[in-house]
């Protein structure tokens, strides 16, 4: 008898399970189209030019490793504020958005979950169908039930908006629900800025509690349109949350680095917020690792380097848009039957292609091609090197 035999072996991960699969595989003509992460033509995820200049500037200023405060760097949660709601909107709120640096958008949707389930007069948290595959277990681990409203229709691959406000028209007040702010993952369909103020008068009419995931700033349509729905919800006076992060945007993967935003109706209510962020912070991770957010700090302080780094959003946004076209037209010009235009208006990396999981798994075993097996696709994960095999193999599986 040991200790341990009463210990059952868990699922593996559904996305980054299929990376570790990826990387133990020697077919040297392997893909790896399963997690979000941006690689750029030669196949490579690289170090933006911004975070490595910011690094050499820290290395030479870095006096410190001391802890940060409970809630991180003060200078980051201004500057983080003002790319999440732009500058007019953030002085307008000045007081009233508690921020909390996080490790990663990840930790931000752990705190804010630990918060609502200790603090807010609500069980439910309602999540999209379908979503990215982490946030069931992230909210139902901090004892949240979760709820699934429509989204996506599995039929035309595309947003099924009457079905949607039908399902959000039908929750109750009080309950959360978990919205992706831009770049629908694991869809790729994503809101109009029109639909955006119709959704923001619904959480306001119906008194639900809306709470974006923001982890694909400026991989939409750019930096300032894609804070679309966070700026609505907050004109619109609704209480709201943000986890916005920056793995995407600013390549940071590893450093784990995100924020927390969450808007409250009056400075007596952000103190009280305030510190009960804190206990949530403190008796999980106690305060957020620094060298990441000094990165984003440095970048978003400089107006050099702001506009550099705008810029190398824009090429990594445009090297996807282009992937897109291109692997339309590769689709159709090798004969394969299906309609796969619905591609070129999804947003962010992620497509849902419709392939099954069986299909998945004949892709992976037998091509050594990783997709999720939801039949998500990584579109940055084409390149120029892979995309005629990717498609040969896809019209062999598909006709
Ligand atoms: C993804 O959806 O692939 C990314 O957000 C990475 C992750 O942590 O799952």
């Keep these: 008898m040991s200790l341990f035999d009463s210990v059952t072996q868990a699922p593996a991960d559904p996305i980054l399970s299929i990376t570790e699969a990826f990387k133990a595989d020697s077919n040297p003509d392997k893909i790896n189209l399963s997690v979000g992460v941006f690689v750029n033509d ?134 959360v629900v978990i919205l992706h702010a831009c770049c629908h993952n694991p869809t790729g369909a994503d809101l109009s800025p029109k639909q955006w103020d119709e959704v923001a008068g619904i959480a306001s009419e119906k008194g639900w509690i809306p709470l974006l995931d923001f982890a694909y700033q400026g991989f939409g349509s750019d930096i300032e349109e894609d804070a679309y729905a966070p700026r609505a919800f907050a004109k619109a006076g609704l209480p709201l949350f943000v986890c916005q992060s920056f793995s995407k945007n600013l390549g940071l993967y590893q450093d784990r680095v995100g924020a927390l935003h969450i808007v409250v109706g009056s400075e007596d209510e952000s103190k009280r917020v305030a510190s009960q962020v804190k206990i949530a912070i403190r008796t999980n991770y106690s305060n957020p690792p620094a060298h990441g957010g000094a990165i984003v700090e440095t970048i978003l302080a400089d107006s050099d380097l702001r506009t550099r780094w705008v810029k190398e959003v824009d090429d990594m946004r445009t090297r996807i848009h282009e992937v897109r076209h291109q692997f339309v037209t590769a689709l159709a010009d090798a004969g394969v039957s299906q309609d796969f235009s619905f591609l070129i208006d999804q947003k962010g990396m992620f497509s849902f292609t419709g392939l099954t999981k069986e299909q998945a798994i004949t892709l992976r075993n037998e091509h050594s091609i990783y997709i999720v097996d939801s039949g998500r696709i990584n579109v940055a994960g084409i390149t120029s090197h892979n995309l005629s095999r990717l498609v040969s193999v896809l019209k062999d599986i598909l006709g």
Aim: hydrophobic share 35%; glycine share 8%.
């Design 42 to 175: 030669s196949g490579v995820t690289p170090i933006l030019e911004t975070v490595h200049e910011s690094e050499k500037r820290l290395a030479a200023s870095n006096t410190t490793k001391s802890y940060l405060p409970i809630t991180g760097s003060p200078k980051y949660a201004s500057l983080t504020q003002r790319l999440c709601f732009g500058e007019e909107l953030a002085d307008s709120f000045s007081g009233r958005i508690v921020t909390a640096q996080t490790p990663g958008g990840t930790g931000a949707l752990r705190v804010a979950a630990d918060f609502i389930k200790g603090n807010l007069n609500t069980n439910s948290a309602w999540l999209s169908n379908p979503t990215w595959a982490n946030h069931k277990g992230i909210f139902a681990t901090a004892g949240l039930e979760t709820k699934v409203y429509s989204y996506f229709d599995a039929k035309s691959l595309r947003l099924d908006y009457p079905a949607f406000l039908e399902s959000i028209k039908a929750i109750p007040s009080g309950d």
